[in-house]
């Protein structure tokens, strides 16, 4: 079994363990073992990629170059494989969902119900989301898609709050039809190069070599950049998020808008504008102008929101917004930033969840409007709020800045197919997000921990313990390193964006 | 006699066989319905066998199985057949409607 | 040109900033959770030591540096890669001007910490109180040495959250919550132009650097496109925010809510001053923008006026300082709006004022708090009298007024005196306006002077005042001592650009005019306020005659109550609410409508489900001899 195999079925094997742990009390630090294995071998496989991989690759390469491949033949007949690969894009997303899920373990570290399953579907999903992120085979791609998304209902409808079974069923089936339309869009990708070629295969990098015809194009450009986008949130189909996010348990909160809402914008920077340049460039303005629409639309939706939960979903669609626009602006600047914020979103609002919990589990509400003054009983978890808030209103410092100014930054570059005068409207529009942003963020956390104590009941209660202290910490470590010195984050997905954006020309 | 003959005598027992089933409303009818229909099955295999390839034997070969089945299928059927009896005092299949909607 | 040789401080120039900045770790993480005192001693000796720096650095920039100001980067890394042409590097950018502001930031800084360890003795928070600051210095201090746009904009919004932390320091105060989220979303929003004026700036030329945005080709690029008054008017916005140019002066009245001592620091001597600092680092770029410097002066004339007229109405001493501050901000900011490459008088003028101000209004707001800390109010008509019982507060006290209000030979009438000359060339409105607001400004100086420090106490808290410790009056008599002696610099010899300055520059008109109309305010000040017994009639007589016309003043025209009408009855309940509402029912009830339209035609199927196996037999058989039908039909 190679690295990249064990990086993947790892969370799998763990949960196995899971699975078979004779005790209660040992779950959890199974679990907590598995993932800190896994972010050993995360930092194993990034030394090994830093070391190798990254010196080869080069501005002028016309194929995404990947390391550590295992190449399997699966299904000979149809051209599938068993194709495991990482480059720079594909390394950041681990390094992300690898803190994220540690941190996750360690948010849910008091689940006392059923919490094997809990346990195990939690790391199940996550072997899907690094399958996605490592297979370089549309249909091993799509495979572990479907495992990241399926657990997800499990875990909302049995573990969650309020409305779990209805939030359940309707992100699971929205994401559905989303992935309905991936489908749809894969196996005409599949078919119309295997009839074209005689070479019938779901490889990527073969793929990427055929240029399928214009008309193509740009029906399947939107099919399959919709299908993600509604992973990713996209305006009018986000409203899945806000529910699922309010009814989820705090891990799996932190996992799907930290991680899994990634896998719409990775998807549609690494598969739709990859495979089908042609259809990017003639929609390109239009999706560019939806995300705007994410970008404010989310940020107004928050300012009225009355839970902490929904305020922060509502803050998600508008950061994620922000992927989809730099995705969308078809330059190199737009692709860096796009993936930078993935990276930066999924970390801000790992902890924006992990502290919602956190502060839940103490207060026994979410309502803004119930709380108040708690920043006085504990600092801790408040100050620990405030640089999540500040890291999401983009304060130089935090990793969420360097990826903003990324994607505005891409705007004034433009690309050489679409009007500049209307990118340069719309990248203004956006950048008032930053605005409504301070005034949301500022409003919201104000309420709460800011002024005097609210609640009689909230003047005794605890501040973070030491799990805590080491989740939220271990986060805010995170944004702050990367915001601080953000240069090698940036080198190492740098060559990886050169492929894609070299297609387009 | 022609294959055609034959052929009207396993029809007229197969749909004989239907219509007992979606008929009959005891199960003990249901079941000789079903026996009705395998046995038509089973005439089917020798009669293709005499005029397709009589120099084989599978046709016979096959409805001996299809015969054994019945048996086995019976004896199952009956068996659950008793169970119900015994929970519910009944064996008329109009009144087992609780996999209604 | 010969490379100038490096001394060993100007080779570890980023020592400056990296002190305040590691001892705001240190104290923020591993001090501060288990001694208060010891923070306050870290974080003011770190502070002590940058101090010291800057002034060593001043010294061998001045030996090295001859007749002709010199620009030198000696020390920059790479940050960030936008792409492979445009890198952003954090830097340390030594020139006149940036020199000049480290050594004023430092020390300021340094003689806040000091003033802080008393003011702020037995506070709950006093170590997150030194934490914050040294943030605070460390961001200013890695703004003022910017070597590019880009990072003056890093450190631009970390002095703004230094701010916004540091306003709302007492944050049970609901009052200083507001105060720190307006602070902070003004200035924001204010950044919103500046982020994209970089934008434009960075976008057009390809570059960030202010050592090749001054080149003619990146002017004439920019002028090529027509941005250029564009990009820079957006960057003034961003100035404008920072340093509470009208219409986004709200902010800064309100943020006295915070501690005293960092009303000194940041909303007067350091923080406030980065808009102008901004301006005028751009100031090649700005010089060949007429348009755009003109709206500079402009703006700038207007606030000064209009902040002078406000402060003579209010009651509470911070905020007249505040509306002071203001004031003096938009003397500057008109003074570097008037200045040319050719004539550059008022640039030079306006970098002096700035100097000037730094140490004066910092002793005022020093001189206030600890007036503050020794009755326990802020309202001016409740103190009274202290003359007597906080003499060394008083002498330093009347230092500042003086300075302020422009008497020889506190620092301030030199400083207003260059700014006034360069404005009697060619600006008549600008040399009138100014010398009106001068007037106006030592009106009220002089009236919280007298009401203050004269007369008889008016209150029962007044009365048992005391004087303040001794760290406290350290800081007060040093600052005092800068206010005097700073006046007597030759700045022009060291701050100036474009054509060189000649040096005779004391205008006797000038001077006496400007002297005059200082006079002409504190005596007509000492008329309504200073006897002591018909004081408070004589100012109610005045404001009944004024009516309608005084409560507007007094309530600052009302631009708080306009700002909250806009942000709350506008946008919250015509944008965000709306909003919110259609994403539940509209774009949400779609999807809800597609999941009960499935359910409807699921239950039409119901009908069907009878639980009868017998039916479900009719269904299959029918459904058979249907697919047979089909198949002969279209195959057979």
Redo the contacts between chains.
Sequence with gaps: MGLLSLLVFLPFITALFVMAAPIQKQIRWIALFGTGLHLILTAITTYKYVSVGLLSTSPEDKLTKLFLVEKIDWFTSIGIQYNLGVDGISMAMVILTSIIIFTGVLASWNVENRSKEFFALLLVLVTGVFGVFLSFDLFLFFMFYEVAVLPMYLLIGVWGTGPKEYSAMKLTLMLMVGSALILVGFLALYFIAGAKTGIYTFDLNSLAQFNYPKEFQSWAFPTIFVGFGILGALYPFHTWSPDGHASAPTAVSMLHAGVLMKLGGYGALRIAVYLLPEGAKEWGLFFMALATINILYGAFGAIKQKDLKFFTAYSSVSHCGLVLFGVATLNFMGFKGAVLQMFSHGIMTGLFFALIGMIYGRTHTRMISEMGGLGQVMPWLSTSFYIAGLASLGLPGFSGFIAEVHVFMAWFFGNAWHSIVFSRVLTILAAMSIVVTAVYVLRGLGKVFLGPVQDPHHENLTDATITEKLTTGMLVATLAIVGVYPLPLIKLIENSIYPILNRLH | MTIMNWLQLTLLLFSIGIYGILTRRSAVGILISVELMLNAGAINFVVFNKYVAAHQVSGQVMSIFVIALAAAEVMIGLAILIMIFRQRRSVDVTKMDTLKN | MQPPVMTFMLENSWVIAAVPFFSFLLVGLFIRPYSDKWAGLVATSALFISMLASYLLAWDYLQISGAAPQVLVPWSV??????PKISVHMGVLIDPISVMMMTVVTTVSFLVHVYSIGYMHGENGYGRYFTYLNLFTFSMLGLVSSTNI?QM???W??VG?SSFLLI?FY????AA??AA?KA??VT??A??GF??GI??L???SQTIYFTSLSQPEVVSQLNEFGVLNLALLLIFMGAAGKSAMFPLHIWLPDAMEGPTPVSALIHAATMVVAGVYLVARMFPLYSQATYALEVVAFVGLFTSAFAAIIACTQDDIKRVLAFSTLSQLGYMMFSLGIATLREPLGYTASMFHLYNHAFFKALLFLGAGAVIHAVHTNNIWEMGGLRKKMPITHITFLIAVLAISGIWPFSGFFSKDEILVASLHGHPIHFIGGLIVAGITAFYMSRIYFLTFLGNSRTEASSHAHEASPVMLFSLVVLAAFSCVTGFIPFSHYVSIGQPLEHSRINLLVAISGTLMALIGIFSSWIIYGSSSGSAKRSDVIARRLGAIYSLIKNKFYFDEIYQFVTHKII?KF???P??WF?RKV??G??NLS?WSARKVGEGF?SM??????TY??WF?IGTIVTFFLFWATVG
């Design positions: 790479e940050w960030l890669q936008f792409i880009f904009y890093v450190f919004e970390l959250v709302g944050y049970k105060k609901p919550v507001a989220k902070f979303i924001r929003f950044d919103l982020l994209i934008l434009i960075a976008g057009t919250f944008i965000a609410s909003i919110a994403d774009v949400d779609g999807v999941g119901l489900q009878t639980g009868q196996l017998q037999g009719v058989v």
